[in-house]
Each structure stands twice: as structure tokens, then as C-alpha cells.
């Protein structure tokens, strides 16, 4: 990746013009994964009411999304009038961990969780990311502890590719801000009090004075709450 692409992409803080200077000046393939949270929808907004056709958007069905995460696929879907791409854990491997640990071993050790979200997530992101150059990403600093030290746009060893992430800095006003001016779609839950939304069985309600990762996989020590997508 050209330095002076990666000097222009840490600087500006428009997200508008990174990613439309970003679709026209990388010379890879570029993709975006979405969970439909209102931080993604907020890149979803740039790259589809631009009509950024360079950046192909995609989410990842696990089979346990809330049934209020469809609804804002749906909308989104139907709002700009295209589509996200879907990827889907393998069959084979779901159903024998399931045979095996049966169907929410996630609660009975770290271990389970993790190969849980190994099956129906990191594996279906390496197929999605295969051959990308450039993955951009909703994560914001606020989420987790483990953020602070990210950097908007890096290279990541995990999945030998660029990632960029346009709103690492972003606080929840300025997002909630930007959502509700322009009037996009986005999930009911976080009206109540859901702030980083996953799969249904792993994700809670926050509770006054709680931290931002307290809704995710409450049940574990708070050093480890991270699923694998990012390293």
C-alpha cells in the first residue's frame, strides 16, 4: 500500500471522502464487514450513498443474530436499495460441535466459547477476506480495552491484510449523532440499552455504570473479550 494512501487515510477525518479516495486509489480488493451496529452503519451510509462499487459489504450470519439484527439488515438493504452479502458457517463443522458440545456450550467454559465463535464467525470471515487487500472495519477504541493501541489504519499479521478502521476515535454521540441527522436505519436494540450487539445468547443489556464490554459474554473475566475476528 502506497504510504502516502495510509498518511491521507490516519489524517483526514472525513469518512466520506477516505473511503471514496480509498475506492479509487487502492489497487486490491477492498471489502467492508458489517453487523449492522450502529458504528457499521454508519460506513455502510458512506460506501453505499456514494455507490462506492469498489467496496463489496458483507456480514457474517452466525444463525444466532437477534431477530431485530435482520430487521435492520432488511431495512438497510431496502433504504439504499442494495445488497449485503452474506457468509455462513460450514455446515458440517456447526453440526458436529453441536452433536458434540450441544447447543450453548458457550456458558460452560472459555474454551467452548471461543471454538463456538471460531465456527460460526472467524472461519467464515477467512473465506470472506481471501484475496482482500484492504479490510475496513466499525471497531471503535470505546468498545474494548484491547483497542486503545489500534491504529485507524495498520497492517494485521492475523490476516495478512490492511486494515482500516474509520471511526477507532469516534465517540457513541458522535455516532448516534450522524445515524439519527441522516436518518439511516439502524438496530432497535441499542434504544435499549444494547451497545455492542452480537449473537443473541451472548449479549446483554448494559446496566447503569457498567462498562461497554459488560453485555458481551458477561459470564467471563473481562481480560479476554474478544471472539477472534480481531487479534
Not at 464487514?33 to 462499487?53: N, P, R, Y
Amino acid at each position: 500500500m502506497n504510504e502516502s494512501i495510509i498518511k491521507e487515510l490516519n489524517q483526514n477525518q472525513n469518512i466520506h471522502e477516505n473511503l471514496k479516495f480509498l475506492a479509487e486509489k487502492s489497487d486490491g480488493k477492498i471489502v467492508f464487514s458489517t453487523s449492522f451496529g450502529i458504528e457499521d452503519q454508519v460506513i455502510t451510509d458512506a460506501i453505499f450513498s456514494q455507490k462506492l462499487s469498489a467496496i463489496d459489504v458483507f456480514t457474517l450470519d452466525t444463525g444466532r443474530l437477534f431477530q431485530e439484527t435482520y430487521t435492520t439488515w432488511d431495512k438497510t438493504q431496502l433504504h439504499y436499495q442494495q445488497k449485503v452479502k452474506a457468509y455462513y458457517p460450514d455446515t458440517q463443522k456447526l453440526q458436529g460441535f453441536i452433536s458434540e458440545s450441544g447447543i450453548n456450550p458457550f456458558y460452560e467454559s472459555t474454551n467452548l466459547r471461543r471454538e463456538c465463535c471460531h465456527i460460526r464467525k472467524v472461519e467464515p470471515l477467512k473465506r470472506a477476506l481471501k484475496n482482500t487487500k484492504v479490510w475496513i472495519t466499525g471497531l471503535r477504541a470505546e468498545h474494548s480495552p484491547n483497542r486503545n493501541e489500534l491504529e485507524i489504519f495498520q497492517w494485521d499479521d492475523q490476516y495478512q491484510l490492511y486494515k482500516y478502521s474509520p471511526l477507532l476515535h469516534w465517540t457513541t454521540d458522535e455516532v448516534k449523532e450522524y445515524v439519527i441527522k441522516k436518518g439511516i436505519p439502524y438496530n432497535a436494540l441499542h434504544d435499549q440499552g444494547f451497545v455492542s450487539i452480537g449473537c443473541a445468547p451472548c449479549t446483554r443489556a448494559l446496566k447503569i455504570g457498567e462498562d461497554f464490554r459488560a453485555g458481551r459474554w458477561w459470564w467471563e473475566d473481562t481480560t479476554k473479550k474478544e471472539c477472534g475476528l480481531h487479534s
